[in-house]
């Protein structure tokens, strides 16, 4: 077989923990190679998304921040040329920072020239190649045909574990016939909304809009003291800068009146997040209104069905959206995703399983690579209500932050391979699937990668002592130590 | 090897070319699959694109109406739903008429129609080699998340746009030298602007421009000038291909703007009368074969170069676009132009000079051979060859049916012609795709192969007609 290229590290799938990864192992000096199947990097952030907590939920709850590197300096940059909303003030209150998806798409790419990190584009990672447990490259299927990506670490960052699973890694899946899949969807972009009438009907109806899956107790307030502060804050509202800070706001009581009365489906919320434009332009993001139930996407029919479904759906909530909410009157679709954003497919099985216990007791640990704020124990359903959370879970215990290990990357059974994103080393109850986590992982991946290439060791070897993967970590701008 | 499935016709590619073959063919009765490497069908519609000409030239310069058929119908459904521009035939440019639609919409509008015919779809999955037996294409293989698997088909047909299943088959075909080819994009579309100072601007600054009037009309040029400053609104314009000559090239002087393209813009209509601008003339990338992966990669990333110097440039430059805002970003650069694969007939610029009409004609195209997209698409080419007399040009059955293969079709913008009469225009390609998607789904009814279908064509123009393509009585 043909041979494209031998490289330091070979990073699959051109995501957001695979440009994460990519940087970070073109910056600690490895020859680089970040392989995509389509002509775009980035992935769930500009390409089948963003998802509404894209660039959210960078703080505890009690202000401290704990997620940076790499997603940090990408949103500085954005901001400093007017592409992302700045950090918010009271980051204990809220937590959102919304960045511009198209110019974020763009940035990547900058980010890769100036980095030097070599691309093959337009390439699908279909099979692996292993000598014993080691695995030593990946073949991909283009234009050009057939070819061997030779690499002395692989990176799986495909989002599903599929170069893992095609190495024989042992991986976990819910069982589909018990547990309900997180749904995949598609999002849309709507542009020329009346944020002054919806702001006015916002403030005018705050206890309407409580029926919302981001209305919820938590560790310190039950749910009628957030309910009642909720109410306030609506009422508080006076331009779209107020709103935004909020990060998403759900019709919940309108979408069960809709679909009472047949105009709207059964799957998803009638919501939306935020998108700002160069000038302080503001455009509603859907993308809790088409959710497609039980769509196994390492399966291609179901797939293929999604797709499809997802569709369906987005056709009849654009409809929706115009004629039901406050000031949509006018609005107009602008953008679409290409294709169905996955929440969850496979976890791969790492040296350490991280499970809720890890969330809840905010735990720490001497490998660790990088932190975490996600509350876990909440999960995507393909309902109007969106969310289900495990009872009596609530997040955090001290509302702090957990460390992610070294260990969660490192997948069983093979040498050679590193994983990062969202089929990374957990347990379902406390899944990774986050975008700021897909960025951590990655980046603490590419460091690993580029200092076991310098070393002569493998990604397992370098368990032993992570002392100076954490030191670059720290340099790149990670934070790893000194938070709840 | 796991078989996927067993069809009547396999479309491979879900671009314009393929959604229409599939519809087509299901449509006529076939058990019909349509595969995409990607989660979304329409291609350089709504993915890469649109291109500007995307739903343009369905009239000849005369007037009359040559293209019809899907094209047609897609337009009048979204039309009438409120997320298309009604057909533009500016009396000035003739020939040069728009008919633009949402391309947002229109792709979510190619999933419903896929749904209401019946075709099944297999997305997600790269086509990667074909099933012979001798001569005969049985099927193709694809590699997606579920692994390696082959789908078979009686009529396969070849809708990735550059000829990938025919060539892996070993049908032979032609390319032109890669420093050559057109370029390709990658397009931006930008919402808030100000259409009253661009008008404006325009109707002062005469010498800023160069519109694109049919040589047919014979028009001079303050004639068009008197036309384009009557002008209301900017939608009767049609397009701003290039301009603001002076701005641009003193933007290339001091290193501001690069030197690959030019400003100019189509228009992408939302619901409820708004107009965004359509940029897909800023960013083109020399010396690229997209059949070469190197290069394709390269061109992905000099794309976005060039489009983000070409926009910084446009908003702090051109009077219009202060408050002008990016919405949509294509995902992948739209490739213009890499192989055209040998078939039984030809077609050459011969034939578009004489505005020839063919007795196994499916479909019609009023475009110019010559009509070459330029480095800097200000260069209109002086050699282009119109048809004599303001009319069209017969697309035959038989530039549809790959040499030395059996099983076979092309459709789309590989289908077999010269190098000046590249057929590679959105509505060519979805004539061609609908007429070999019911071809398939006849010989396939009845046995036969696309070549011994050659001997009588006339079930499928019967059936094109039905369905509403346009093949006799303009010029």
Known sequence: MKIYGEYDVVIVGGGTSGVSAAIAAARVGAKTMLIERFGALGGQMNISGPPGFAYALLWNRRGEKCVAGIIEETHHRLEKEGHAMPYPKNPQETTYAFVDPDWWGLMIFEMMTENHVNLLLHSLAVDVIKEGDAVRGVIVENTSGRMAVMGKVIIDCSGEGDIASRAGVPYEKIPKEEIEIEPPSISFTMDGVDWDKLIKYIREHAEELLDAWAVRGTLTKTEEEVKRQRVKLYQSFRTIDDLVKIGCITFGKLTRELVARGEYHEFGDLGFFFTPREGGKWQAIFQHSSQVRQCDATDITELTAGEVEARRQVAIALKAARKYIPGFENAYLSRITGYLRIRETRRVMGDYKMVLADVQAARKFPDVIGKSVQGMGAFHTATIDTITVIPGHHGIGDNGSFDLPYRILVPQKVENMLIAGKHVSAERNCYLRFLPDTMVTGQAAGVAAGLCVKRGITPRQLEKDVSELQDILQKQGAILFGTH | ?475
């Open chain 2, 1 to 475: 090897m796991e078989i996927f499935g067993s069809y009547d016709v396999v479309v491979v590619g879900g671009g314009t070319e393929g959604v229409s073959a599939a519809i087509a063919a299901a449509r006529a009765g076939a058990n019909t699959i349509l595969v995409e490497r990607l989660g979304a069908l329409g291609g350089q519609m709504n993915v890469q694109g649109p291109p500007g000409f995307a739903y343009a030239h369905m009239f000849n310069p005369r007037g009359e109406q040559v293209i019809g058929g899907i094209v047609e119908e897609t337009h009048n459904r979204l039309l009438k739903d409120g997320h298309a521009l009604p057909h533009l035939k500016p009396q000035w440019r003739a020939g040069y008429t728009f008919s633009y639609v949402d391309p947002d919409w229109w792709g979510l509008l190619m999933f419903e129609m896929m749904a209401e015919n019946g075709v099944n779809l297999l997305l997600h999955s790269l086509a990667v080699d074909v099933v012979k037996e001798g001569n005969t294409v049985r099927g193709i293989i694809v590699e997606n998340t579920s692994g390696r698997q082959a789908v078979l088909g009686k009529v396969i047909i070849d809708c990735t746009g550059e000829g990938d299943i025919c060539v892996r088959a070993g049908a032979p075909y032609e390319k032109r030298a890669r420093e050559h080819l057109m370029r390709p994009s990658i397009a931006f579309t930008v919402d808030g602007v100000n259409w009253e100072v661009i008008l404006k601007y325009i109707k002062e600054n005469p010498d800023e421009f160069q519109f694109r009037t049919h040589p047919y009309l014979q028009m001079s040029k303050d004639e068009m000038w008197k036309q384009i400053k009557a002008i209301k609104k900017i939608e009767e314009i049609g397009n701003v291909p290039d301009g603001w000559f002076s701005i641009v090239e003193k933007g290339v002087k001091n290193g501001e703007m690069h030197q690959f393209g030019t400003v100019g813009f189509f228009l992408t209509p939302r619901e409820g009368g708004v107009i965004q601008a359509h940029f897909q003339h800023s960013a083109h990338v020399p010396d690229c074969d997209a059949t070469d992966v190197r290069d394709l990669t390269n061109a992905e990333v000099e794309a976005r170069r060039q489009a983000v110097m070409a926009w910084k440039f446009i908003k702090k430059r051109i009077p219009g676009f202060e408050k002008a805002y990016i919405t949509r970003v294509t995902p992948e650069i739209r490739v213009r132009e890499t192989r055209r694969i040998l078939c039984d007939y030809k077609i050459t610029e011969k034939d578009i000079a004489a505005g020839k009409k063919f007795k196994d004609v499916i479909g019609k195209d009023q475009y110019q051979a010559g009509g070459q997209h330029m480095k800097m698409s200000t260069m209109l080419d002086p050699n282009a060859i119109y048809a004599k007399d303001g009319g069209s040009t017969d697309i035959p059955y038989r530039s549809l049916v790959p040499k030395d293969l059996e099983g076979l079709l092309v459709a789309g913008k590989p289908i077999c012609t010269d190098e000046t009469t590249y057929k590679r225009f959105i509505v060519s390609t979805m004539v061609t795709g609908q007429a070999a998607g019911v071809a398939a789904a006849v010989c396939a009814k009845k046995g036969i192969t696309p070549r011994e279908l050659e001997k009588d064509v006339k079930e499928v123009q019967d059936i094109l007609v039905k369905q509403g393509a346009i093949l006799y009585g303009t010029h």
